[in-house]
């Protein structure tokens, strides 16, 4: 069974920090891993998805990075902003029921960005 | 609207009672996701479609919980006789593709419905 966890559970940093987010994995044998945001009330927001053949994937400040064979992936956010104040997970998508594929959620690590 | 739609947002209802979760994907979705998340965690999978055919239910707790999307768009999740430990976030998700082993279109997330059972 796939576990995913994220720590620290929570992170305080101040503004033009650069920073670094974890995530480990148990099984390598994943076919991609996603990063996600999630806002309070609010639902949540794909951020980068890095197949299983990739390394990374950029999009703006954030780079995402994947090496399966030590079940880790990190989230980098560059010159950090208090707009970037929110809870990121991570999610890996791995083999479920039959034939199909399901994504398995790490708890999360809420950020905080003082300015 | 442009995003995944779920309703109600907020359900309180005493225990023992029978609730039904609605969410509507974004339109042409062929995917559609449910998942359940519990304060400080991260969302757990409960079961998904593809179009009108349930795919997989092996994420749903007991047979209390059902899912049905009779014509490959709205979908309804009921719990019935509802019990305290059902009080979560009930998340729905929707994905342009198929979800097969090798290829993952991004699910897109709706708001949540947050059930309360007293």
């Known amino acids: 069974k796939q576990e995913v966890t994220q720590i620290p559970a929570a992170l305080s940093v101040p503004e033009g920090e650069n920073l670094v987010l974890n995530c480990s994995f148990t099984?390598?044998?994943?076919?991609?891993l996603q990063w996600f945001r999630q806002d309070p009330g609010k639902g949540l927001t794909s951020l980068l998805l890095?197949?299983?053949?990739?390394r990374e994937q950029t999009s703006g400040r954030l780079n995402a990075s994947l090496d399966k064979s030590s079940g880790r992936s990190t989230l980098y956010i560059a010159a950090s902003q208090p707009g970037d104040s929110a809870t990121y997970l991570c999610?890996?998508?791995?083999?479920?029921?039959?034939?199909?594929?399901?994504?398995?959620f790490g708890k999360g690590i809420t950020l905080s960005v003082r300015p | 609207g442009a995003g995944v739609s779920q309703s109600p947002r907020y359900k309180v209802t005493k225990r023992g009672q029978d609730v039904a979760l609605r969410c509507d994907p974004i339109?042409?979705?062929?995917?559609l996701y449910w998942y359940r998340q519990a304060l400080g965690q991260g969302p757990e999978f409960l079961t998904y479609?593809?179009?009108?055919?349930?795919?997989?239910k092996s994420g749903l707790p007991n047979d209390r919980f059902s899912a049905e999307r009779p014509e490959g768009s709205i979908s309804t999740l009921t719990i019935q006789r509802t019990e305290q430990r059902d009080s979560a976030m009930y998340r729905c998700?929707?994905?342009?593709?198929?979800?097969?082993?090798?290829?993952?279109?991004?699910?897109?997330f709706g708001d949540g419905t947050r059930l309360s059972i007293l």
């Open positions: 339109s042409g979705h062929v995917s």
């Open positions: 890095i197949q299983s053949s990739q």
């Open positions: 999610a890996a998508l791995c083999r479920g029921s039959g034939a199909n594929s399901k994504l398995t």
């Open positions: 099984d390598s044998a994943i076919y991609n």
């Open positions: 998700a929707s994905s342009l593709a198929f979800s097969s082993r090798r290829i993952n279109q991004p699910q897109h």
């Open positions: 479609f593809n179009y009108e055919a349930q795919q997989d």
